[in-house]
């Protein structure tokens, strides 16, 4: 099954690329790799949430986080198909590297970044399994409470 008709059987769209908040590009083509930038949880333009990911009062829960992961997946598979020529020109997820702002007690950032990690094996398939870092850091930009990056194979 092709990625476009797994993100429909998913109910999931491609959204717009987000537009770079500072001076890059969104994912950048050389040869048969693609590396997207950093992307946030961008829901519509915006950030959902933001602040510190842990446990208690004022911090963003670990499962909130999780499904914000997932959110910077679907923005970064965007971001890639965009420079790939179409998401159905990716042929395997290479790498992934998720940040996740932590509290400095939490460490959980494995389980969070498995947000983003679930969703691109759900969109790619085995072809979605793939090497990753999972890092916690003290702030993102915007405050963000994560931010994914990946690199991916396309078809020359």
Not at 10 to 27: D, E, K, M, R
Not at 66 to 75: E, V
């Amino acid at each position: 099954m092709s990625a476009s008709a797994r993100l429909a059987e998913l109910g999931l769209a491609l959204p717009p690329v987000a537009a770079p908040v500072a001076s890059y590009v969104p994912a950048v083509r050389d040869g048969d790799l693609v590396h997207t930038s950093g992307q946030l949880p961008f829901t519509d333009g915006a950030l959902p949430l933001t602040g510190k990911v842990g446990q208690g009062d004022g911090l963003v829960d670990p499962e909130t986080a999780h499904q914000l992961a997932r959110t910077c997946a679907l923005n970064a598979i965007a971001a890639a198909a965009s420079a790939a020529g179409g998401v159905d020109a990716i042929e395997r997820v290479v790498k992934v590297v998720g940040f996740v702002a932590s509290d400095p007690a939490f460490t959980g950032q494995p389980a969070v970044v498995n947000g983003a990690s679930e969703l691109l094996q759900a969109v790619f398939g085995e072809a979605g399994r793939h090497a990753r870092s999972a890092v916690g850091v003290a702030v993102l930009p915007l405050d963000s409470p994560v931010e994914v990056e990946i690199v991916v194979r396309v078809r020359s």
